[in-house]
C-alpha cells in the first residue's frame, strides 16, 4: 500500500512566522529563496560559557522599525558559518536550530544570528528551510494568516 505524500503549502512571497521555543509568536518573514540560509535579526549576540554545551543569548525587535517589545532569547549553537549576504559581504554567523511555525505547520530549522535593523524584514527564510514543504506564489503575500 502507498502513503499519501503531504500536499506541500502554498505560500506567498512575505508571510507571518513564529518560533515557539524562542518565545516569538508573530514576526514577518521575507521567503527568499535565491538566499539558501536562513536568518533572523539579532543583536547583543553573546556566546554562554557557563554552559556544558555551547549556548548564544541574543536580543531582537520582533516588529520592523520598532525598538519595543525586545525579547531575550538562548539557544544551543550548532555552528559557526561564514554568510555571503547580497551586497557581497562575508559574516561570521552563529548558526541555531529552533522549530519555526508557518500556518498550522511546525518543523525544525537553522537560523543564523545576524543585525537586521537596516534591512526590511528581521527573518529570512532561506529555501533551505521550506525545501519539500512549501511552493511559493512570487505574486502573493500572507497566505496562510493575516
Not at 555551547?54 to 544551543?76: G, I, M, S
Not at 551586497?87 to 552563529?94: A, D, I, K, P, V
Not at 511546525?106 to 537586521?116: C, V
Request: contains cysteine; charged residues 35%; glycine residues 6%.
Amino acid at each position: 500500500m502507498k502513503t499519501k505524500k503531504k500536499q506541500k503549502a502554498l505560500i506567498g512571497w512575505r508571510e507571518w512566522v513564529g518560533f515557539p521555543e524562542l518565545g516569538i509568536d508573530r514576526i514577518k518573514a521575507k521567503i527568499d529563496t535565491g538566499a539558501r540560509t536562513s536568518v533572523i535579526h539579532a543583536f547583543r549576540v553573546r556566546k554562554l560559557d557557563d554552559a556544558d554545551e555551547p549556548r548564544v543569548e541574543f536580543y531582537l525587535h520582533p516588529v520592523q522599525r520598532r525598538r519595543k517589545p525586545e525579547f531575550r532569547c538562548t539557544a544551543p549553537i550548532v555552528d559557526e558559518r561564514t554568510i555571503k549576504s547580497s551586497n557581497g559581504e562575508s559574516e561570521t554567523r552563529y548558526v541555531i536550530i529552533t522549530p519555526i511555525r508557518l500556518g498550522e505547520d511546525i518543523w525544525p530549522i537553522e537560523l543564523t544570528l545576524s543585525n537586521r535593523d537596516q534591512m526590511g524584514f528581521r527573518v529570512l527564510a532561506g529555501r533551505a528551510s521550506i525545501r519539500g514543504r512549501c511552493i511559493v506564489d512570487p505574486d502573493s503575500s500572507f497566505l496562510l494568516c493575516r
